[in-house]
């Protein structure tokens, strides 16, 4: 990915981690942020703001051919999936942008768009869905699927086997045992030890781990 123009598109506390991972491992690439309008930020790390949503099509057509959604909070996996779709009708290419420092099998399927954060593992045999983020110090054990869009929190471990729907979210240090399923969109609550299956659409918390409200 060296000497591109990549557009990081939103830049919240989550694209300071990706501009930090992203920094190390290439430094010739030229960086801008795209941000919403009224957030009073003009650079993250010295990497600047060059515009809004709405010159997405300018900002390609000016030659910023790759672009990566920087959004990680609770509940904006339906914003990641919208702003990849309009991007992806544009003509953007998604790289995958994984830290130095993360731990990753060479029998790992890594899809376009996914960022793997600081001392994260992943083992041999998992699939990591378009545009799945993987934070910092997560573990993902032998033979998972996450899906895109998904968020695989910082500390979280998932152990041999495990799925995660898509668009789902999975709160920092939980734990979930190997073999099981969480639904697509779904949200666990940090610290949580999921010993069961998790349907779609739901917040579920708690050790161990009890649906408490649907989506």
Partial sequence: ???KKVLLIGGGGHCKSVVDSLLEIDGNSELGIVE???TGESDVFGI????TDDDLQKLFDDGWGFAFITLGGIGLSEKRRSL?????KIGYIFPAIIDKTAI???HVEIH????VGKNAVINAGSEIGICAII???????HDCSVGAFSHISPGTILCGGVSIGSGAHVGAGAVVRQQLSIGHNSIIGMGSVVT???PENVIAFGNPCKIEKKL
């Fill in 104 to 106: 990753i099998s060479k």
């Fill in 112 to 115: 376009e768009g996914v960022f």
């Fill in 36 to 38: 919403k309008p009224g």
């Fill in 135 to 141: 934070n910092s110090c997560a573990v993902v054990e």
């Fill in 196 to 198: 069961r299956d998790i």
């Fill in 48 to 51: 600047s703001v060059v515009g």
């Fill in 1 to 3: 990915m060296e000497n």
């Fill in 84 to 88: 990849y779709s309009i991007l992806q």
